[in-house]
């Protein structure tokens, strides 16, 4: 699913079969995303900081699930990203 995600912020993504073909792209443009499990939650926050503009991810529960602090951490290397509770 979180193929899908990606693909919207502009990822040159095919998949056929059990096999995944990912070709680099000028750039990905931040839009709102679901991290829809634990991994992808994290592939949508490192998309996000490399994107175009301003990323929304939802359903962060799953990254909270096995990332202690990464807004924080993530802070302290340079990045420009805050957690919006509500």
């Known amino acids: 699913?979180?193929?899908d995600e990606l693909k919207r912020m502009?990822?040159?993504i095919k998949i056929?079969?059990?096999t995944s073909?990912?070709?680099g792209v000028p750039k990905l443009t931040g839009c709102?995303?679901?991290a829809t499990d634990l991994r992808a939650?994290?592939?949508m926050v490192l998309a996000g900081l490399v994107a175009e503009?301003?990323?929304q991810i939802g359903y962060i529960h799953h990254i909270d699930r096995g990332y202690d602090h990464l807004v924080e951490k993530l802070v302290g290397l340079g990045a420009d990203i805050r957690r919006i509770d509500g």
């Open 10 to 12: 502009g990822a040159n």
């Open 32 to 34: 709102q995303v679901k």
């Open 21 to 23: 073909v990912v070709e």
């Open 1 to 3: 699913m979180h193929v």
């Open 53 to 55: 503009g301003e990323t």
């Open 41 to 43: 939650g994290a592939a």
């Open 16 to 18: 056929d079969g059990r």
